[in-house]
């Protein structure tokens, strides 16, 4: 039997054990009274079993219990000092290890996560700071060029002020999508859900966005075989404003003449999948674990150049899982990208 094994009563008694039998070989040794051999054993069993135990309990358990407290780090209830007192010197030292082991592991757990939550704390501030840093900057350069002299050319000033509005509305959007972000995350942005057909308002939205997308001429349609009406039960007007953010993205990085495809599906009764591809320029597999991060770029110059806050797929997230669903990407290099997200379907 593994020692590590025993409690202390057991530790005990196994070593009381060991120490009295010598004592009985060395009576047989010098006497050949058998008896008083045996009554040598028995006392020295007795007075070392109870010298060990309370050694054992005393010294080393009260330790233990200590350990067990600072663990736990509160103020031990009755019914707590109780376990302390009777139920845990029962346990044997190889259970009370593991316990141990255990608080270990869920401190490291703990201390993994906070380390991850203060990178992504640092990433996010320093990103907004470039962010919000871009737009103002473009500002100042525009009024200081205006103050020094610029401001009596009517044609140059009137060109410096529509630039430096076009920068606040980059600035005003980027805190409208941060302070939506937050709302979203606190559960103060209320969620009204209402029956409506999802295919429905894929064209509205579709439509909105070839309205807008005079450049690249991309060809919108939903795949064929869904374009029977699937009913979902969601907010409305913040699906559309997913459905919007992912049709954008898909029109930003796609080449001209490029195809957006829709795709609606019903899993389950319970819920409904729909689906955004497009054939552009895809993401590389490592970028996918991040892409829903606020402020995360794939290629930081160009997505930047292209324009948006970089908060569109944080938001759409953020949405979905608002409505206790789900959202996911997946993605090939030049071959396109597919971002499919699950709503309730509608309740019959």
Known sequence: ????????????????????????????????????????????????FFIFREVLRRFIYRKIKLIYKFIYQTKASKREEMYYKYVLPQKSIQEVEEDVQAWAEKQNE??????????????F???????????????????DTLLSGSLEDEQLNRKFITKASSNIDRMVHLVNDIDEIARL?????????????????????????????????????????CEAPVHVFADKEKIRQVLTNLLINAVKYCPPSAQVVASIYKPDGARALIEISDNGMGIAEE??????????????????????TGLGLAICKHIIEAHQQTIHIRSKLNVGTTVGFTLQARKD
Request: glycine share 4%.
């Open 185 to 225: 995350e606190s559960g103060k942005q209320s969620i009204n859900k209402q029956d409506f057909i999802i295919q429905d308002l894929i064209k509205e939205v579709f439509e909105n966005i070839q309205a807008t997308d005079a450049n690249k001429s991309i060809n919108f349609s939903i795949k064929k075989g």
């Open 1 to 48: 039997m593994a020692a590590k094994n025993f409690s202390p009563t057991q530790l005990a008694l196994y070593t009381a054990l060991l120490a009295s039998i010598p004592v009985g070989i060395c009576f047989l040794l010098s006497s050949t009274k058998w008896w008083l051999a045996l009554v040598a054993v028995l006392c020295v069993f007795i007075c070392n």
């Open 125 to 143: 501030l320093q990103n907004f700071s470039h962010e919000i840093k871009t737009p103002i900057f473009a500002v100042q350069g525009y009024l």
């Open 287 to 308: 970028h996918l674990p991040r892409i829903f991060e606020r402020f995360y770029r794939t290629d930081a110059g160009r997505s930047r150049n292209s324009g948006g």
């Open 110 to 123: 703990e201390l993994e996560s906070l380390r991850s939550t203060e990178k992504y704390r640092r990433e």
